[in-house]
C-alpha cells in the first residue's frame, strides 16, 4: 500500500503557467459504415494544473498515408518533416509505422451496463435503479443522434484526457469538477488498494498526487482495450447548481490561482472605476461579473474546467458511457454502482465536504439566490450557454421565465 503523503501544493508561479499545446496531426479518416478512426500516440504527455484545470495533450506529428485495401502506410511512404539528414528519416518512417491508426465503434462498448445479479433481480430498488440508467442513457444516445449526428469524427487523446482509469475493477471515470469528483478519486484509489478507506486521503493527495493513472496515459492500444471492455461512468450536476458551486469556491475564497488569473482579468474587463488594490489582487468578483465573462465571446482569459460543458469535458457523444450518475441522487447512484461492479461491501461513497467544511452545501435554493442577481436575459443566455448539458442529462428549467 502506497503512502499517501500529501504533496505540495502548487506555487502561484507554477500554477499560473498555462501549457501550450501543439497537436499536429494529419488524419486520414476511414469511412467504414458505423466506424471511425481512432488516432493514438504512446508519446503522448500530458499534464495537471492546480485543480486539475485546463489540461491537454501533446503528440508527436504523425502522417497517415492512404493506401487502398490496408490500414497501415507502406514502408516507402514520405514523412511529413523534409529532413537532409538520412538516419533522422528513417526514424520518422519507422514512427509513422508504429503509430498507425486503429478503429473503434462509434458510441458502442462492447461491455455496457454490468447485468443484475441473479439474487438481485427480484429486488425492487435495484430493478428501479436499473431501470432509471437505462433511461438515462437512452435520453443521452437520442440527444447525441439528434444534435451531433455526424458519425465520422475523431476520438483524440484530448478526448480522453478527463478520463481516471481504475485497472484492478476494470473502471473508466470521467472527472467532472464540482460533482463529487475529490470523493469518487478517493473511491477509485480505495478499489486500487492504495488507501484502506476513503477517510484517510487529503484534498491534496487526491489532486496533486498523481496516484491515479488517466486514460490519455496510455499507448493508442490500451486506450483502445479500456475504452472497449472497462466500464464507463460520470457522475453530472445541474448546470447552475455546479457553475455557483464553482463560483462560491473559487471566487469567494482565497485562491492563489484563480484571483489572479481570472480574478484580475474579469475586473478589469466588466468593473467600472475598479479600485487599484481590486486589480491588483483579484479578489472580490462578483458573481454578475463572472457571467459576464462566461457570456462573452472575447473573453479576457479562456475556459477553466469547473465551468465547462460536460458535453465538452466528457464527450459522451463519442464515448459510450455505461452508467451515468447525478450529484442529486450521488449516495443512491454511487453505491448502486459499487454495487454492480462488485465493490468491497464495506466501501461506501464518502458523505463529507472535501472543501469548506463548515459552509452550506450550494442547494437549488442558494442558486436561485445567485441568479437572482442577473437580469432576464442574462438568465436566458446562461441557459442558452448550458442548454446541451440541461437537454442532454434531462434536467428541467430553472426558472420559469426560460425558454
Not at 502522417?63 to 529532413?83: C, D, F, H, I, W
Request: hydrophobic share 30%.
Amino acid at each position: 500500500m502506497i503512502s499517501l503523503t500529501p504533496p505540495t501544493v502548487p506555487s502561484r508561479r507554477s500554477s499560473t503557467l498555462i501549457l501550450a499545446c501543439h497537436l499536429s496531426i494529419v488524419i486520414n479518416t476511414l469511412s467504414f459504415g458505423n466506424f471511425l478512426g481512432l488516432f493514438f500516440y504512446q508519446d503522448c504527455t500530458s499534464s495537471n494544473n492546480q485543480d486539475g484545470r485546463i489540461r491537454k495533450s501533446t503528440a508527436d506529428e504523425l502522417s497517415v498515408v492512404k493506401q487502398r485495401g490496408s490500414l497501415y502506410p507502406p514502408e516507402n511512404a514520405p514523412t511529413m518533416l523534409q529532413s537532409g539528414d538520412r538516419r533522422f528519416h528513417k526514424r520518422r518512417r519507422r514512427f509513422v509505422i508504429k503509430k498507425s491508426p486503429i478503429l473503434i465503434a462509434m458510441n458502442s462498448s462492447t461491455l455496457n451496463l454490468p447485468t443484475l445479479k441473479s439474487e438481485d433481480r427480484n429486488n425492487d430498488k435495484w430493478k428501479s435503479l436499473y431501470q432509471i440508467q437505462k433511461e438515462r442513457k437512452r435520453i443521452m444516445g437520442e440527444t447525441c443522434s439528434k444534435y451531433k449526428s455526424n458519425n465520422r469524427r475523431i476520438i483524440t487523446p484530448y478526448h480522453v484526457s478527463r478520463i481516471f482509469v481504475e485497472d484492478k475493477y476494470r473502471i473508466l471515470y470521467c472527472e467532472v469538477p464540482k460533482a463529487g469528483c475529490s470523493n469518487w478519486k478517493r473511491v477509485l484509489m480505495v478499489l486500487n488498494g492504495l488507501a484502506s478507506s476513503t477517510k484517510d486521503i487529503q484534498h491534496n493527495t487526491v489532486h496533486y498526487g498523481n496516484y491515479l493513472k488517466r486514460l490519455d496515459g496510455f499507448d493508442r492500444k490500451g486506450i483502445y482495450h479500456r475504452l472497449n471492455t472497462y466500464t464507463k461512468m460520470l457522475f453530472i450536476r445541474e448546470p447552475f447548481e455546479k457553475l455557483v458551486s464553482a463560483f462560491r469556491d473559487k471566487f469567494e475564497h482565497p485562491n492563489n490561482y484563480y484571483h489572479p488569473v481570472f480574478g484580475k482579468a474579469i475586473i478589469s474587463r466588466y468593473r467600472v472605476n475598479a479600485t487599484k488594490e481590486a486589480l491588483r489582487t483579484g479578489s472580490g468578483v462578483k458573481f454578475k461579473e463572472f457571467i459576464q465573462y462566461l457570456l462573452d465571446v472575447h473573453r479576457p482569459v479562456g475556459m477553466d474546467i469547473h465551468w465547462d460543458h460536460v458535453n465538452r469535458l466528457c464527450s459522451p457523444c463519442l464515448i459510450d458511457y455505461d452508467f451515468v450518475g447525478k450529484f442529486e441522487s450521488m449516495e443512491e447512484d454511487a453505491n448502486f454502482f459499487l454495487h454492480l461492479i462488485g465493490a468491497p461491501q464495506n466501501l461506501t461513497f464518502p458523505k463529507f465536504k472535501d472543501r469548506h467544511s463548515n459552509e452550506e452545501r450550494t442547494t437549488t435554493k442558494i442558486t436561485q439566490q445567485y441568479f437572482a442577481q442577473l437580469s432576464p436575459s442574462q438568465r436566458q443566455r446562461s441557459y442558452d450557454f448550458y442548454y446541451m448539458d440541461y437537454l442532454m442529462f434531462n434536467y428541467s428549467k430553472p426558472f420559469e421565465d426560460l425558454y
